[in-house]
T-cell receptor
């Protein structure tokens, strides 16, 4: 039982390049989330999904797209990377059954955009 | 809109000293409150939640609806408590958590 996994762990991009971050969970969770973590700004929600085939915008969605084609996977795409997207990206999942659900986090992806 | 405020970016204490990490929230209804912790080189994980009214690793948190606060407390800090702590709020009808900006706790020997 791996929990929440993220691929890749590290990545360096040049401005304008594109990439996809993969999040996978094996807990049969309905809800999945993408956050970015920046110094002094905490965790900010980028996009989230409340079930297979659904996505919704979070607090800072601009410059990102997401897809949830399979229940266990949640992909975050950067179409044209910018230096402002240099950050640590965390994926999380939860069962979605109650307000008191625990969110389970992945180990993070450190992205640098030059 | 919901908001979570953690006024301290860094809290530095000596081992054995009491610790209080402050968290204030703005929400007109009855939210659920959480504390998440991120130890060095580890993933973010749940520390405790209000509804459980539990003590985890010696930490407790009391929800004060009058002051809209959910401060995290521990009577005697340990070096292994050094970490980043996030307060978070969940509200009815909203399918996500709102996190504060985090407080880094540094416990020195």
């Amino acid at each position: 039982n791996a929990g929440v996994t993220q691929t890749p762990k590290f990545r360096v991009l040049k401005t304008g390049q594109s990439m996809t971050l993969l999040c996978a969970q094996d807990m049969n969770h309905e809800y999945m989330y993408w956050y970015r973590q920046d110094p002094g700004m905490g965790l900010r929600l980028i996009h989230y999904s409340v079930g297979e085939g659904t996505t919704a915008k979070g607090e800072v969605p601009d410059g990102y797209n997401v897809s949830r084609l399979k229940k266990q996977n949640f992909l975050l795409g950067l179409e044209s990377a910018a230096p402002s997207q240099t950050s640590v990206y965390f994926c999380a999942s939860s069962s979605g059954q109650a307000l008191t659900d625990t969110q389970y986090f992945g180990p993070g992806t450190r992205l640098t955009v030059l | 809109a919901q908001r979570v405020t953690q006024p301290e970016k860094l809290l530095s204490v000596f081992k054995g000293a009491p610790v209080e990490l402050k968290c204030n929230y703005s929400y007109s209804g009855s939210p659920e409150l959480f504390w998440y912790v991120q130890y060095s080189r580890q993933r973010l994980q749940l520390l405790l939640r209000h509804i459980s009214r539990e003590s985890i690793k010696g930490f407790t948190a009391d929800l004060n609806k009058g002051e809209t606060s959910f401060h995290l407390k521990k009577p005697f800090a340990q070096e292994e408590d050094s970490a980043m702590y996030y307060c978070a709020l969940s509200a009815p009808g909203f399918q996500k958590l709102v996190f504060g900006t985090g407080t880094r706790l540094l416990v020195s020997p």
